[in-house]
Structure formats: C-alpha cells, structure tokens
C-alpha cells in the first residue's frame, strides 16, 4: 500500500503558516506536505525536536495565552504576515476515568480544546486585518465521535473542539475561514505506546477497511486542502480521514466465517 503523495495539486506558494506541534508525529508530517506545497511552515511546540530542525522553530506553550501571543507577533514581525494555523498539539496517556488524579482532566481539556481556540483568537486578530483573511485547521480524533475508554477527557475535548470550529467558522467569516480535520489511528513513532508492537499495529490496521493505519502525509494532504484556495467556500467543515473507520464489531461476533466484510 502506497503512502499519500506530499501535496498534490496544491500550491500553497508563500503562505505562511503554523502547525502547533510540529516537530514530531503527526505535525511533523503536516508541516512536511505544506512545505512541498510551498508554504513557509513554523512549527511550534515547548521544545524542539531531536535534531537539526528542517522548519522554522518557535519555542511555546500553547495553553498560555501571553505566550502564545508572543509568537503570533513574532511571526508577523519575521514575515509581515500569517496566512494559516494548524491546531495540531494535543494527544492524551491511557488513564482510566476512575484511575485519574485531581486535575488530570482539566490538564487535558485545557491542552486539547482550549489551546487551540488560544492559538485561533490569537491568529484571527491578525488575519482579520489583512486583505486575504486567513485560514484555520483544527486537528481532531475519531475519539471525539466515538467512545473513548482510557482518554475519556481527550474524546470529550475533541468532540469541543469540533462544536468550536462550527462556531468560529459563523463569528470569522468571511475573513477567516476554520475547519476541522478528523484524524483516525496514525503510524507515527509513538505508535508502538498505542497499539504495542509493530504485529500490534498491523493487527489494527487491518480492523481498519483502507487495512492500514493513516500515515502523517495523510492527514497533512487533508489539512493542505483545507488551507488552499481549493477550500474556498469551505468553512465550518469537518473532513473525516480514518480509512473508512473501523468494521462494526457484530460483524465478526456474528456468523463471521460467512459475512464478506468478516476477518
């Protein structure tokens, strides 16, 4: 099976944008696709990652307001504008909901939900006042629309954070244009604290109809999408990017061995 394509059909020549989260996993792989398409990626995160760094790097906590405000301003100041954000950073450990400490939720809301309208009023202030507007991605889960036992707190901030993007997109427009993109299960070198070993991540892979895990590229593409004039009259959207979800489960609880969609 062949990984998406970095950016194709997509001329993202000179935009600005930036992808919270992107020196690792999944913002690594956006930041890549936007970079092909000709964008100008900063990637942000607390610190950088292991290595020379291949994008432009701002040092940030996204839950913190002052800071976040702070690189905005950077960035407007280093390239006179900003033309796109990703809302990439987030993500959650398996922690039970009984099992949690005081305060774990909250740390996971304020991470996976508040951040990103953080960073989003942050960037529209800017956007807002130029004459292309601006565009906002916001990465979201599966989990957010499913069940999430272990990362209960994580699926309720990300089903916030798709009613959030809904509601900016009808206060930001026509200026700035948000929408959200809907990540299922992605291969990233962190997979291994998800899904075990790679015989792990193969065996859900194949509970997936596409029979693999997503690959960053191809959730960047989705987002590259988003932020190009091909989205023009996108706003308020969620584009769902999990393969075709996952097989319902009485399929395989029931007369298995004689469904065609069985394992």
């Given at each position: 099976m062949t990984a998406a394509v970095h950016g194709v059909g997509l001329d993202l020549s000179g935009q600005v944008v930036l992808v919270t989260g992107g020196v690792r996993g999944v913002g690594a792989g956006i930041a890549t696709v936007l970079a092909d398409a000709g964008a100008i990626p900063v990637v942000c995160a607390?610190?950088?990652?292991?290595?020379?760094?291949?994008?432009?790097?701002?040092?940030?906590d996204v839950r913190d307001p002052a800071a976040v405000a702070a690189m905005v301003a950077g960035i407007v100041d280093r390239h006179g504008r900003l033309d796109g954000v990703v809302n990439n950073a987030g993500g959650s450990p398996f922690v039970l909901a009984a099992e949690a400490s005081d305060g774990f939720s909250s740390k996971i809301v304020e991470l996976n939900l508040v951040a990103p309208l953080v960073v989003a009023r942050a960037a529209q202030a800017v956007m807002a006042?130029?004459?292309?507007?601006?565009?906002?991605?916001?990465?979201?889960?599966?989990?957010?629309?499913?069940?999430?036992?272990?990362?209960?707190?994580?699926?309720?901030?990300?089903?916030?954070?798709?009613?959030?993007?809904?509601?900016?997109?009808?206060?930001?427009?026509?200026?700035?244009?948000?929408?959200?993109?809907?990540?299922?299960?992605?291969?990233?070198?962190?997979?291994h604290l998800h899904y075990g070993d790679d015989d792990g991540v193969a065996a859900v892979g194949r509970t997936i109809p596409m029979g693999r895990l997503a690959e960053p590229a191809d959730i960047g593409n989705a987002v590259a999408f988003l932020l190009s004039p091909l989205a023009s009259y996108i706003t308020g959207s969620t584009l769902t990017v999990h393969g075709g979800g996952e097989k319902p489960a009485f399929l395989d609880a029931a007369n298995a061995g004689n469904s065609p969609l069985g394992s």
């Open positions: 607390r610190r950088p990652g292991d290595g020379a760094p291949v994008h432009e790097f701002a040092a940030c006042g130029q004459d292309g507007g601006g565009a906002i991605v916001n990465v979201s889960s599966v989990s957010g629309h499913r069940p999430s036992p272990g990362t209960a707190a994580y699926g309720a901030a990300k089903a916030g954070l798709d009613n959030l993007t809904t509601s900016l997109a009808v206060e930001w427009a026509p200026k700035v244009r948000i929408n959200s993109v809907i990540a299922g299960p992605v291969r990233t070198e962190s997979s």
